[in-house]
């Protein structure tokens, strides 16, 4: 019986997927950035963004889970969190770029915005084990 990938194998389209969802983000939080929070500020920014950015990413998880055979929940959730691990090493080695420590973009993470950012981010992690759930509850 093929059950798909291992969770080891899952690692590539985690990384994938993980790469894609910050390509996304660095277009909508430029946006975000430079448009939407001088007018309403950065936590209501931050809330319009990330819905749009779940719904964004989610046909994207769809398709990598899809496209390498992810069926069980294990390499789905590994597959998510190589995923998350992809998108925050992007993420700090963006603000280093960009002249910020790792320590002062930790410190944005204690911020309301910061951490609804971050439970955005979780949830983008989780979008593949979702997608393998839901699939395996209507098989």
Do not use: K, N
Not at 3 to 18: E, F, H
Not at 73 to 79: C, K, S, Y
Not at 87 to 103: D, K
Not at 116 to 128: K, R, V, Y
């Amino acid at each position: 019986m093929h059950d798909g990938v291992t969770a080891r194998a899952a690692l590539i389209p985690g990384a994938a997927y993980g790469l894609s969802g910050f390509g996304l983000g660095f277009a909508f939080g430029t946006v975000r950035t430079l448009v939407v929070a001088p007018l309403v500020g950065p936590f209501a920014a931050v809330a319009m963004e990330t819905p749009l950015m779940l719904a964004a990413c989610a046909p994207l998880a769809r398709l990598f889970v899809r496209r390498w055979a992810i069926c069980m929940p294990i390499p789905a959730l590994t597959m998510g969190l190589a995923a998350f691990g992809a998108l925050l090493l992007c993420e700090v080695l963006m603000a280093l770029i960009l002249g910020q420590s790792i320590r002062a973009w930790l410190s944005g993470l204690v911020l309301p915005e910061g951490m609804l950012g971050l439970a955005g981010q979780i949830t983008f992690a989780l979008l593949p084990l979702v997608f393998v759930l839901v699939a395996r509850a209507r098989s």
